[in-house]
């Protein structure tokens, strides 16, 4: 099946620890994305990266970092700077085409403090 | 930055009934998406619409660059198009999607 896995589904922080968030695609798309999103909010970008070796901030990157090291992948760390980490996380792609830039979505991961 | 509003913010419907959706924006774009999210938080794509109108079945959708507003539109609805509906708008200016605060549908049987 083509489409876009983040595992996990669930996942526990503890106070002070660092967490990697998996994002992998098979479409053969050029950018990826991180969004996060707080309950009852709109989407708030992370990171975006357009291509391989390459990733800029978004708007809320503090406390965040990203790698990009294959096309298919491109995984979220959350850092212990991340004082408030606890919402839903979700993972895009799309071809890159400037203007024409269709995003598509993972089915997301849920983050909790303990 | 662009401002993106959708309204209204929660809308309760019976099951047949149909019912408008609006996304205003700020600046000009040359890029707007809708999406639905439904109960489990998967987003899933319904519209890219920059311009004009498109329909896809009971749904369909109307935006209005020169204007700055988009319209979903819902024809009779059933339960399973309750979630959150998100308008999103891509500006060359800020090189990524600015979304907005979405408008929650609850459709009950």
């Not at chain 1, 809320?60 to 996380?89: D, H, M, W």
């Not at chain 1, 792609?93 to 024409?100: E, F, L, N, P």
């Not at chain 2, 399973?80 to 929650?104: M, Q």
Request: proline letters at 4%; hydrophobic letters at 30%.
């Amino acid at each position: 099946d083509g489409g876009i896995t983040q595992s996990p589904k669930y996942l526990f922080r503890k106070e002070g620890q660092n967490v990697t968030l998996s994002c992998e695609q098979n479409l053969n798309h050029d950018a990826m994305y991180w969004y996060r999103q707080d309950p009852g909010q709109g989407l708030r970008l992370i990171y975006y990266s357009q291509i391989v070796n390459d990733f800029q901030k978004g708007d809320i990157a503090e406390g965040y970092s990203v790698s990009r090291e294959k096309k298919e992948s491109f995984p979220l760390t959350v850092t212990s700077a991340q004082k408030n980490p606890t919402a839903f996380y979700l993972c895009a792609s799309s071809i890159w085409q400037g203007a024409k830039n269709i995003q598509y979505f993972g089915a997301g991961t849920r983050l909790s403090v303990l | 930055g662009i401002q993106v509003e959708q309204s209204p913010p929660d809308l309760i419907l019976q099951e047949g009934a149909n019912s408008t959706l609006r996304c205003n924006f700020s600046d000009s774009v040359n890029n707007l998406q809708w999406f639905h999210q439904n109960p489990w938080g998967q987003l899933i794509n319904l519209f890219y619409i920059p311009s004009g109108t498109k329909q896809n079945g009971r749904l369909s959708a109307t935006t209005v660059a020169t204007e700055r507003y988009s319209l979903l539109y819902i024809s009779s609805s059933q339960t399973t198009d309750s979630g959150v509906y998100f308008c999103a708008v891509f500006s060359g200016g800020y090189n990524k999607l600015i979304f907005g605060a979405g408008t929650r549908l609850a459709v009950h049987p």
